[in-house]
Structures are given as structure tokens and as C-alpha cells.
Nanobody
Framework: QVQLVESGGGSVQAGGSLRLSCTTS????????MGWFRQAPGKEREGVAS????????NYADSVKGRFTISRDSAKNTVYLQMSSLEPEDTAMYYC?????????????????????????WGQGTQVTVSS
């Protein structure tokens, strides 16, 4: 069983930055797709960004392109979400998710990366609040 632990959330004013971390309990090999999702009150969980380790390929939601960056530190078993130019609309609980194994490549494809059903493992979430 793979465990994911998020950290780095908090409260920030609009225009500020935060870096979220997601640390896994196991080493992440190339057949790994990691995703960041968020869920605001009363809204569905939506994909924010994904990272496929096999091809170092990333995907981003249109709403965060140019502001958020997903990256990894394999030595630390950690994936990061650097968030800049934060807006009140970014306020949400942020979750990291993972698929490990032969399905990872498909999960992280351009067409499917934002589908939460494609991910096998989820963290508990970290809250991000952006005030205007």
C-alpha cells in the first residue's frame, strides 16, 4: 500500500506563492503518474497538474498554466506543486494522487490526466486559502 502525505498549505494573500509537497512512502519509478487535484467547497474535485515520470511529461489545467509548476525530487520521494500569482479562486483543499504500474502512462495522457478515477492512491489533502 502506497501512502501519500501532502504538506505546505496555508493562507496567503492574492498574488502570493506557496509550494505544496507530496511525499510518498515508496520510491517512485518511471512507471508512475502523479497528479495534483483540488476541491473547493460545493465544487467537484478537479485536476490541477500531472507528472509522468517515464517521459518527464507534465499537464496543467488551463486555469493554472503559467502560474503553477509541478516537479519532483526522486531522491526525496517527493513531488512539488509550486504555486505563484495565487488568486482567491485557487482556494481549495489540494490533494496529490498517484498511479503506479503499467496503467501510469495512460493515466497521465493528455486526454485522461484530469480524471480522478485513473488514480489508485490519494493523500489526505492540504488546505490552501487565498484572500483578496
Amino acid at each position: 500500500q502506497v501512502q501519500l502525505v501532502e504538506s505546505g498549505g496555508g493562507s496567503v494573500q492574492a498574488g502570493g506563492s506557496l509550494r505544496l509537497s507530496c511525499t510518498t512512502s515508496t520510491y517512485m519509478y518511471t512507471n508512475t503518474c502523479m497528479g495534483w487535484f483540488r476541491q473547493a467547497p460545493g465544487k467537484e474535485r478537479e485536476g490541477v497538474a500531472s507528472f509522468y515520470f517515464g517521459g518527464m511529461r507534465t499537464n496543467y489545467a488551463d486555469s493554472v498554466k503559467g502560474r503553477f509548476t509541478i516537479s519532483r525530487d526522486s531522491a526525496k520521494n517527493t513531488v512539488y506543486l509550486q504555486m505563484s500569482s495565487l488568486e482567491p479562486e485557487d482556494t481549495a483543499m489540494y490533494y496529490c494522487a498517484a498511479t503506479i504500474g503499467s496503467l501510469a502512462h495512460g493515466t497521465c495522457s493528455y486526454a485522461r490526466w484530469g480524471d480522478r478515477a485513473g488514480y489508485n492512491y490519494w493523500g489526505q489533502g492540504t488546505q490552501v486559502t487565498v484572500s483578496s
